[in-house]
T-cell receptor, first 113, second 113 residues
Framework: EAGVTQFPSHSVIEKGQTVTLRCDPI?????LYWYRRVMGKEIKFLLHFVKESKQDESGMPNNRFLAERTGGTYSTLKVQPAELEDSGVYFC???????????FGNGTRLTVT | GNSVTQMEGPVTLSEEAFLTINCTYT??????LFWYVQYPGEGLQLLLKATKADDKGSNKGFEATYRKETTSFHLEKGSVQVSDSAVYFCALGNSGGYQKVTFGIGTKLQVIP
C-alpha cells in the first residue's frame, strides 16, 4: 500500500510569491488533514477534509491560505501571497475513518525569503 | 484549550541507557493520548496510544501510562538503541470524532554507540 505522498519535498520562494503544496492520501482514506510546524514550535492543526468537504478549518492562519480537495482524492494547499512567517514544514495526513490512526506524509519544507 | 508540554531536548543517551521523556497535558474531558515518532527524513508515525485513564500503551519496547491524577503520559524505554534516534512528539486527541490532534513541541533523542 502506498503511503501518503507530498510534493514538493522542499520549496524556496520569495515573499509575495505563490506556492501550491500537494498531498496524495492513501487510497480509500476519506479523511485528510493538513498540519504545520513552524520552526521551533509545535505542530499545529490547519484543517480537516472528509472526502471533498471541509469539516474543520479552524486552524487556517488567515485568508492567504486556501485548501482544496476536488473530487475527494488529492488535496492542494495554496499560499498566496507568501509571507516570511509562513516558513515551516507542512504535513499532510490521512485516515480511513474519523478516529482511525493518522498516516502522515514526509512533509513539505517551505522557506519564504 | 488543550495543550501539551514536553521537554524539548535534545536528549543524548548512550546505547542501552534508560529513557524517560516527560509529557504533561491540559485538556477538557478525557482525550486519547499519543506518542508519535519522526525518524530522520520521514513523516510522523504513531508509536503508541492510550485511550483512557490507567491504560498503558506499548510498542517497540516503549511504554507510556495515561495518568489522569497527574495529567501525564511519560514515555519510557528500558534500553535504547541507536536506531531509536528520532524526534518524539507527545500528543492528545479531541473528542469530536476526528483527529484534530494537539502536539507537544517534540523531543529530539540521539543515541550514541
Amino acid at each position: 500500500e502506498a503511503g501518503v505522498t507530498q510534493f514538493p519535498s522542499h520549496s524556496v520562494i520569495e515573499k509575495g510569491q505563490t506556492v501550491t503544496l500537494r498531498c496524495d492520501p492513501i487510497s480509500g482514506h476519506d479523511n485528510l488533514y493538513w498540519y504545520r510546524r513552524v520552526m521551533g514550535k509545535e505542530i499545529k492543526f490547519l484543517l480537516h477534509f472528509v472526502k471533498e468537504s471541509k469539516q474543520d478549518e479552524s486552524g487556517m492562519p488567515n485568508n492567504r491560505f486556501l485548501a482544496e480537495r476536488t473530487g475527494g482524492t488529492y488535496s492542494t494547499l495554496k499560499v498566496q501571497p507568501a509571507e516570511l512567517e509562513d516558513s515551516g514544514v507542512y504535513f499532510c495526513a490521512s485516515s480511513q475513518a474519523g478516529n482511525s490512526p493518522l498516516h502522515f506524509g514526509n512533509g513539505t519544507r517551505l522557506t519564504v525569503t | 484549550g488543550n495543550s501539551v508540554t514536553q521537554m524539548e531536548g535534545p536528549v543524548t543517551l548512550s546505547e542501552e541507557a534508560f529513557l524517560t521523556i516527560n509529557c504533561t497535558y491540559t485538556a477538557t474531558g478525557y482525550p486519547s493520548l499519543f506518542w508519535y515518532v519522526q525518524y530522520p527524513g520521514e513523516g510522523l508515525q504513531l508509536l503508541l496510544k492510550a485511550t483512557k485513564a490507567d491504560d498503558k500503551g506499548s510498542n517497540k519496547g516503549f511504554e507510556a501510562t495515561y495518568r489522569k491524577e497527574t495529567t501525564s503520559f511519560h514515555l519510557e524505554k528500558g534500553s535504547v538503541q541507536v536506531s531509536d534516534s528520532a524526534v518524539y512528539f507527545c500528543a492528545l486527541g479531541n473528542s469530536g470524532g476526528y483527529q484534530k490532534v494537539t502536539f507537544g513541541i517534540g523531543t529530539k533523542l540521539q543515541v550514541i554507540p
